[in-house]
């Protein structure tokens, strides 16, 4: 899937349109992009979509902020200050359930979960592109249907 975000509500909308198709299951995302590219801003839509009424913080200081949102559970990680890869060991990476979403995966290359979905996020004037891939069976799946909602949302 490749789409183009003019603005960060752009971005915001795509997040909103990954919720909207977001199944209740275990799923792990790899969010890829520089500094600002819009990987919270993803998440934040997406969050929002599914009823969290709150500001959606980056987890680059906490490393991971948990969200309970009716049936989802949903775990946001920032693994940008990760020194050693081991670290993730102490944050239970591998025993976190429901959805998962990774900005940074490759600070923790070999201790991360493979991912279902894999998204990057590039500038490209006047804003952004987002491309999603999907990894497994169940990846796919969700961005096929992504892709659908965010063609329904005028994305």
């Known amino acids: 899937m490749r789409v183009g975000l003019a603005d960060a509500a752009a971005t915001e909308a795509a997040g909103v349109a990954l919720g909207k198709v977001l199944p209740v299951t275990e799923l792990t995302v790899y969010l890829h992009g520089d500094l600002g590219?819009?990987?919270t801003t993803l998440v934040r839509g997406l969050l929002q979509s599914l009823g969290h009424p709150g500001r959606v913080p980056s987890p680059t200081?906490?490393?991971?902020?948990?969200?309970e949102l009716g049936r989802h559970s949903l775990r946001?990680?920032?693994?940008?200050?990760?020194?050693?890869p081991e670290e993730l060991a102490f944050l239970g990476i591998r025993e976190m359930t429901g959805t998962v979403l990774i900005e940074w995966p490759e600070r923790g290359a070999h201790f991360l979960p493979l991912a279902d979905v894999e998204c990057h996020l590039t500038a490209a004037?006047?804003?952004?592109?987002?491309m999603a891939e999907g990894r497994t069976e169940a990846g796919r799946t969700l961005v096929s249907a992504w892709e659908a909602a965010n063609r329904k949302a005028g994305l």
């Open 76 to 84: 946001h990680l920032d693994l940008y200050r990760i020194a050693d």
């Open 61 to 67: 200081y906490t490393l991971v902020e948990p969200y």
């Open 125 to 130: 004037e006047p804003g952004r592109v987002l």
């Open 37 to 39: 590219a819009g990987k």
